[in-house]
C-alpha cells in the first residue's frame, strides 16, 4: 500500500466526527430530560458501541436522589458488573421488569 490509500470499510475522519455528533446529541437529549424522574434510555434503539458511553455519561450527571432507567432485549448484567468496577458502591440497581421480551432496570444515585 501507497501514499494515502485507504482499505476499503475502514471509517475516514469524516465518519468518525458523524458519529461523536451522534453520541453527542444523544447525550443532550438525555441530559435535557434528567429532570423528570425515570428518564429511560431504550437501548435496543441506540447503536451498540454508543450504548454504555450514553449510560456512563448519563449516571456521571445525575444528582443525588435522581435515577433512570436502562430498557434492553435481554438481562443486562454485564453493564451491572462494569457499574460495579466503576461506581462500587455508589450507584442502585433495581430491576423493574425481567424478561423474557423486555428487562427494566433503574439505575440511581443514591440520596
Known amino acids: ?3 494515502n490509500e485507504r482499505l476499503p470499510g475502514l471509517r475516514s475522519n469524516k465518519d ?4 461523536r455528533g451522534d453520541v453527542r446529541s444523544m447525550k443532550q437529549q438525555i441530559t435535557d ?3 423528570a424522574p425515570g428518564t429511560t434510555i ?3 434503539s441506540i447503536p451498540r458501541t454508543m450504548r454504555h458511553p450514553l449510560i456512563f455519561d448519563t449516571f456521571d450527571q445525575l444528582a443525588p436522589g435522581q435515577f433512570f432507567h436502562v430498557v434492553s432485549d435481554h438481562d443486562p448484567r454485564p453493564l ?3 457499574f460495579d468496577v466503576r461506581y ?3 450507584f442502585t440497581w433495581d430491576y ?3 424478561g ?3 428487562w427494566r432496570v433503574r439505575v440511581g444515585r443514591p440520596g
Open 80 to 82: 451491572r458488573y462494569l
Open 100 to 102: 423474557p421480551d423486555i
Open 42 to 44: 431504550d437501548v435496543r
Open 96 to 98: 423493574v421488569e425481567t
Open 33 to 35: 430530560q434528567l429532570t
Open 88 to 90: 462500587f458502591n455508589i
Open 16 to 19: 468518525r466526527s458523524g458519529i
Open 1 to 3: 500500500m501507497m501514499g
